[in-house]
T-cell receptor
């Protein structure tokens, strides 16, 4: 299994609070991704990174920001959590942008 | 731009029967195509991938898929379903002109004993 961990694995937070999710890899892969998974929508890309300090938006980036200061860590921040951001969040890594992605175990976030 | 359509959000098969999960793609360039499986409360695991070599691709757990350019399809099959195959299956496409994957909405496979 690819060395990807996500923390926390579960979180309950209140509307309006900031939340940061962490993705950590030990594979030294260049590309890292954040997705959210919701019933009926499959996986939707939030943000991705193609190198340290190099990030770009995905299709559902509103309300989210990311940072990557080290190759191994990719942080996802919900600036002010809303109930619509209740979801399961997956991190993925890839050695090449068009190559297969390897997924972490996911973080279940509930915004009350 | 790339996109993926998975026909049938839920598929039920009897144990021992053929599994056929459908995936059609849209891509402006020759794509890379992937099938992933997700078991309950877990992340996605790669089943198989097509990267322009053989059009018939074999994956793990007895699954295979055939790339058909004329039909823009990449359907997933398994000759004989096992109970352990019950899971959610996702088709995905990546374009060689970009860095993003595009996932289908998934097909939930139920295996009936």
């Amino acid at each position: 299994d690819a060395g990807i961990t996500q923390s926390p694995r579960h979180k309950v937070t209140e509307t309006g609070t900031p939340v940061t999710l962490r993705c950590h890899q030990t594979e030294n892969h260049r590309y890292m991704y954040w997705y959210r998974q919701d019933p009926g929508h499959g996986l939707r890309l939030i943000h991705y990174s193609y190198g340290v300090k190099d990030t770009d938006k995905g299709e559902v980036s509103d309300g989210y920001s990311v940072s990557r200061s080290k190759t191994e860590d990719f942080l996802l921040t919900l600036e002010s959590a809303t109930s619509s951001q209740t979801s399961v969040y997956f991190c993925a890594i890839s050695p090449r942008g068009d190559y297969e992605q390897y997924f972490g175990p996911g973080t279940r976030l509930t915004v009350t | 731009a790339q996109s993926v359509t998975q026909l049938g959000s839920h598929v039920s098969v009897s144990e021992g029967a053929l599994v056929l999960l459908r995936c059609n793609y849209s891509s402006s360039v020759p794509p890379y195509l992937f099938w992933y499986v997700q078991y309950p409360n877990q992340g996605l695991q790669l089943l198989l991938k097509y990267t322009s070599a053989a059009t018939l691709v074999k994956g793990i757990n007895g699954f295979e898929a055939e790339f058909k350019k004329s039909e823009t399809s990449f359907h997933l099959t398994k000759p004989s379903a096992h109970m352990s195959d019950a899971a959610e299956y996702f088709c995905a496409v990546s374009g060689r002109d970009g860095y993003q994957f595009y996932f289908g909405t998934g097909t939930s496979l139920t295996v009936i004993p």
